[in-house]
């Protein structure tokens, strides 16, 4: 997706393990926001950022963390990855929250957990 | 939390026909957005209404937002083959600016 990059694409690894995955934008939008997607709940935000080193939590963040130390870097970090987090995780940008052109997403990142 | 539930969870209809996708949500409202995301893709934007607009139009979508009623529909007109997708409906309460996702409709278009 144009402006947006997730990696890798695909990760099988196994329980106790740490994680990061990584989200990259060119278009220097302040929001960044991580989200997974699992059948059945939709989209549920885990983190999400409105500046550099500037972060919270959204619904779903017990065993996740992030980083933002650049305006186009966005980490997601499992700390010691657990079956429960096998899922689809999207990155995503936006300008103002909720307005204007809306999210802008990622190709996703498959991740298993063994 | 989702505030969004999408109806139906499922569609499928024979290409050329209209779909038309509904969304309910529970609180106060900044706007509402519509969203596809093709199968193993991310999302793609399609289209926002603000809570003070009632209809919206963008080519062959048509958006219509009832705030007495809480809820959205989502018109596809003479739908094609490639309209085959999930949709979702999306929330921006007047509380924060956080999107709150609903479940989706799957749309599938027959040829």
């Known amino acids: 997706d144009a402006g947006i990059t997730q990696s890798p694409r695909h990760k099988v690894t196994e329980t106790g393990t740490p994680v990061t995955l990584r989200c990259h934008q060119t278009e220097n939008h302040r929001y960044m926001y991580w989200y997974r997607q699992d059948p059945g709940h939709g989209l549920r935000l885990i983190h999400y950022?409105?500046?550099?080193?500037?972060?919270d939590k959204g619904e779903v963040s017990d065993g996740y963390s992030v980083s933002r130390s650049k305006t186009e870097d966005f980490l997601l970090t499992l700390e010691s990855a657990t079956s429960s987090q096998t899922s689809v995780y999207f990155c995503a940008i936006s300008e103002l929250p909720g307005q204007g052109t809306g999210y802008t997403f990622g190709s996703g990142t498959r991740l298993t957990v063994v | 939390s989702q505030q969004g539930e999408e109806d139906p969870q499922a569609l499928s209809i024979q290409e050329g026909e209209n779909a038309t996708m509904n969304c309910s949500y529970k609180?106060?409202?900044?706007?509402l957005q519509w969203y596809r995301q093709n199968s193993g893709r991310g999302l793609v934007h399609l289209i926002l209404?603000?809570?003070n607009e009632r209809e919206k139009h963008s080519g062959r979508l048509r958006v219509t937002l009832d705030t007495s009623k809480k809820s959205s529909s989502l018109l596809i007109t003479a739908s094609r083959a490639a309209d085959t997708a999930s949709y979702f409906c999306a929330t921006v309460p007047d509380s924060n600016y956080q999107l709150i996702w609903g479940a989706g409709t799957k749309l599938i278009i027959k040829p």
């Open positions: 209404i603000r809570s």
């Open positions: 950022s409105y500046g550099v080193k500037d972060t």
């Open positions: 609180t106060s409202i900044n706007n």
